[in-house]
Antibody, heavy 123, light 110 residues
Framework: QLQLQLSGPGLVKPSETLSLTCSVS??????????WGWIRQPPGKGLEWIGS???????YYCPSLKSRVTIFLDTPLNHFSLNLRSVTAADTAVYYC???????????????WGQGTMVTVSS | QSALTQPASVSGSPGQSITISCTGT?????????VSWYQQHPGKAPKLMIY???NRPSGVSNRFSGSKSGNTASLTISGLQAEDEADYYC??????????FGGGTKLTVL
């Protein structure tokens, strides 16, 4: 049973870089047809897709965040990571990692989710 | 990309059926059969309920069904149960190879 485990700091200062890692267990991050995604949810608000990375390394980003986001794979360590640069208070949210793709072949339909982690941007 | 449009709230009594709409454009909902629906209980991660407009993942009750007409997708829950009370979000794949979420709908079981 594939599982996703998030890790990273819960507090980030304004203008700095938010970095999170999602460790994959029970399966390989290199499996074909899998897209590994990041989604966030500000307190009391809805879900927002941040971006996804294909097993091959191709990346897809939310247009409004694209200039500040990098998602990358670490195949030997079987995890994928998110960097969000120049954060502000508006980036305060619960961040989720998730697996997409196996049911549809495109980067949607996130069938397995990590537990979510709250990241607060504050000095 | 603009968020898909969902009603803020819907409600129904146990045993009844409810439908949640999700309206997009021809660049997302109307252009692809890649609409998904998620259920989220407070403090929990979302759970995939419907993918590919009308398909249920293994383990999801057949009380949940999805459909699409033009630029609007719909989630129907029949035989409402207390545990169905949650937030529901739709998503769609888009023309620019991205994913867009709906604003979410709070379902209250009366």
């Amino acid at each position: 049973q594939l599982q996703l485990q998030l890790s990273g700091p819960g507090l980030v200062k304004p203008s700095e870089t938010l970095s999170l890692t999602c460790s994959v267990s029970g399966g390989s991050i290199s499996s074909t047809t899998y897209y590994w995604g990041w989604i966030r949810q500000p307190p009391g608000k809805g879900l927002e897709w941040i971006g996804s990375i294909y097993y091959s390394g191709s990346t897809y980003y939310c247009p409004s965040l694209k200039s500040r986001v990098t998602i990358f794979l670490d195949t030997p360590l079987n995890h994928f990571s998110l960097n969000l640069r120049s954060v502000t208070a508006a980036d305060t949210a619960v961040y989720y990692c998730a697996r997409g793709g196996p049911l549809t072949g495109v980067l949607d339909a996130f069938d397995i989710w990590g537990q979510g982690t709250m990241v607060t941007v504050s000095s | 990309q603009s968020a898909l449009t969902q009603p803020a709230s819907v409600s129904g009594s146990p045993g009844q059926s409810i439908t949640i709409s999700c309206t997009g454009t021809s660049s997302d909902v109307g252009g692809y059969n890649y609409v998904s629906w998620y259920q989220q209980h407070p403090g929990k991660a979302p759970k995939l309920m419907i993918y590919g407009v009308s398909n249920r993942p293994s383990g999801v009750s057949n009380r949940f069904s999805g459909s699409k007409s033009g630029n609007t997708a719909s989630l129907t829950i029949s035989g409402l149960q207390a545990e169905d009370e949650a937030d529901y979000y739709c998503t769609s794949y888009t023309r620019i190879s991205s994913v867009v979420f709906g604003g979410g709908t709070k379902l209250t079981v009366l």
